[in-house]
């Protein structure tokens, strides 16, 4: 699934979700060394878990982050399924 994050600098999150369990997720733009550090993270990580976690991040002064943006893109797939 490909997501397309707003207020962040990451053009889009590109998500692999088999039996409820993050396979892989890759971000296009961003803070490349952070955002591979997340994806990696959360691969082996039930989707539940991950949103708990990420959801509600902010980047400075923004309302949103970029982990905060892939917990909206798993409770969009689950809203989706």
Request: contains cysteine.
């Amino acid at each position: 699934m490909r997501f397309v994050p707003k207020g962040v600098c990451s053009n889009a999150i590109d998500i692999d979700i088999h039996n409820g369990v993050i396979e892989s997720v890759s971000f296009t733009g961003g803070c490349n060394g952070n955002l591979q550090g997340i994806s990696r993270l959360v691969k082996g990580m039930k989707v539940e878990d991950a949103i708990e976690r990420l959801k509600g991040i902010k980047c400075g002064f923004k309302s949103t982050s970029c982990p905060d943006q892939l917990a909206q893109a798993l409770e969009s797939i689950g809203q989706n399924s």
